[in-house]
């Protein structure tokens, strides 16, 4: 080989070294993790600054990734928007972790980790037992304002595989919200609305949409009340569960351990939000 042929070699080895180099540090690409083979055995973090969430290296690793997606992209796949029409089972364009906040790892809000196994359970509220199945559903057609999701379709085997994923660390003990030192007056909530919570949600409560209506992208600030918000039937609009929700994680991102409202401003913004029209529960039980 010529000397000019032994230089354009060592010319283009390099530059080949070089473009490995640099496609490895693409900014913007994370780190690799490893894979994950075994549900957690500990607290899950599926928050924005936590680890997140992997699809499992396991047997049914995509179907709990597609139950991922359907607690934390839920409008884009089940939503009234949704690309398949046969799937727009959610009456609104909500996801599950705007409530079950970062996929249902949150402990302060209202987390789904470790519940799988506490199911079948009585609910002193519909008095009967309730299978899990039974209880999706109920935040389907109340909290989603929608229809059942089908016990034998693909979204309810994989909602349940998910749930069954983070089923293993002990559950958070459910803690009501103690009572209001005065009554709860909506009066009052409407300041604490006006100065505390418009700033996101809106003066008129309605949120702020991701990209425009009819692209199934959701919310940035999802709405507390109005056409496309949860129903009169849904746990978040009883004052035990919205006080002690509210309080302990909004504004959204504050310590639980060091909230911003009184108990007292709690009460008075949801009693405010209650004075707010919402839908109808469409099949009460
Ligand atoms: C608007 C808020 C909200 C949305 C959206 C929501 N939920 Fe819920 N969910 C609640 C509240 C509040 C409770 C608990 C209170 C109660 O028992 O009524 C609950 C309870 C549950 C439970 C039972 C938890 C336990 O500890 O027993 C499961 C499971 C559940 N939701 C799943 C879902 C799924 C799946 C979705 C999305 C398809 C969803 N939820 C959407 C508010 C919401
Ligand atoms: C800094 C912005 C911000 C402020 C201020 C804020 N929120 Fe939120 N809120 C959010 C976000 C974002 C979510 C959805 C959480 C998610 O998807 O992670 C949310 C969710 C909620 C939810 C459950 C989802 C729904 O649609 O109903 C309620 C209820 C709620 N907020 C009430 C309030 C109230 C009441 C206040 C005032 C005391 C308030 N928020 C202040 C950002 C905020």
């Given at each position: 080989m010529t000397r000019n042929g032994f230089a354009l070699l060592f010319i283009a080895g390099c530059a080949a070294i070089a473009a490995v180099a640099l496609s490895l540090r693409q900014p913007g690409t994370a780190p690799p993790s490893p894979a994950v083979s075994a549900p957690p055995t500990s607290w899950p973090d599926y928050s924005a600054d936590g680890p997140g969430f992997q699809t499992p290296a396991m047997a049914d690793g995509e179907l709990i990734a597609y139950g991922y997606k359907l607690i934390t992209q839920t409008f884009a796949v089940i939503?009234?928007?949704?690309?398949?029409?046969?799937?727009?089972?959610?009456?609104?364009?909500?996801?599950?972790?705007?409530?079950?906040?970062d996929g249902g790892t949150?402990?302060?809000?209202?987390?789904?980790?470790?519940?799988?196994?506490?199911?079948?359970k009585y609910r002193e509220r519909d008095r009967r037992v309730d299978s899990l199945v039974d209880r999706l559903n109920d935040c389907m057609m109340r909290s989603m304002n929608g229809q059942p999701m089908p016990e034998g379709s693909r979204e309810m085997a994989a909602l349940l595989a998910f749930l069954n994923f983070i089923g293993k660390p002990q559950p958070v003990a459910a803690r009501p919200a103690p009572p209001p030192p005065q009554p709860a007056d909506a009066a009052r909530g409407a300041i604490v609305f006006a100065a505390v919570?418009?700033?996101?949600?809106?003066s008129d409560g309605l949120g702020v949409r991701l990209g425009?209506?009819?692209?199934?992208?959701?919310?940035?600030f999802p709405p507390l009340?109005?056409?496309?918000s949860f129903n009169d039937?849904?746990?978040?609009?009883r004052f035990e569960n919205a006080v002690g929700f509210i309080r302990h994680n909004m504004p959204r991102g504050v310590d639980p351990q060091n909230p911003q409202l009184s108990l007292q401003q709690a009460w008075d913004v949801v009693a405010y939000l209650k004075t707010m029209p919402r839908p109808k529960e469409q099949r009460p039980r």
């Open positions: 939503g009234p928007e949704a690309p398949d029409p046969s799937l727009r089972l959610a009456g609104n364009n909500l996801s599950c972790q705007n409530c079950h906040l949150n402990r302060g809000g209202l987390p789904l980790v470790g519940v799988f196994g506490t199911y079948p919570c418009a700033a996101c949600h809106q425009s209506a009819n692209v199934a992208l959701g919310y940035r009340w109005g056409p496309d039937g849904a746990g978040m609009d």
